[in-house]
């Protein structure tokens, strides 16, 4: 109905609808390519069972693995937050940068 009663309109809120589809996907494969570098380290941690169900119920509906989730929610922490490491490893945050 809102196709035939204003197809400019409609044709618009398709090109938007579309638009955040591909930024969603570049986002998508920016990350995998940033995951898929060398894993070289371990990570163990304690915490408590409420915290790990949330980690599980994230990483199945994202469709991921439990590790590939702490992943994807460590990067989208860093780029919010302006992390980023320094050419010997560590981190830095641009705050620190500029004082």
């Given at each position: 109905?809102?196709?035939?009663?204003?197809p400019?309109?409609?044709?618009?809120?398709?090109?938007?609808?579309?638009?955040?589809?591909?930024?969603?996907?570049?986002?998508?494969?920016?990350?995998?390519?940033?995951?898929?570098?060398?894993?070289?380290?371990?990570?163990?941690?304690?915490?408590?069972?409420?915290?790990?169900?949330?980690?599980r119920l994230?990483?199945?509906?994202?469709?991921?693995?439990?590790?590939?989730?702490?992943?994807?929610?460590?990067?989208?922490?860093?780029?919010?937050?302006?992390?980023?490491?320094?050419?010997?490893?560590?981190?830095?945050?641009?705050?620190?940068?500029?004082?």
């Amino acid at each position: 109905m809102f196709r035939q009663v204003c197809p400019d309109l409609w044709y618009a809120h398709e090109l938007i609808k579309n638009a955040k589809h591909m930024q969603y996907i570049c986002l998508t494969i920016i990350l995998c390519i940033a995951m898929s570098l060398l894993k070289d380290e371990t990570l163990s941690i304690r915490t408590s069972s409420e915290i790990k169900q949330l980690v599980r119920l994230a990483a199945e509906r994202e469709r991921r693995s439990v590790s590939s989730m702490i992943e994807i929610l460590v990067l989208d922490y860093a780029r919010q937050h302006n992390l980023q490491l320094a050419s010997t490893g560590t981190a830095k945050t641009k705050k620190t940068a500029k004082q």
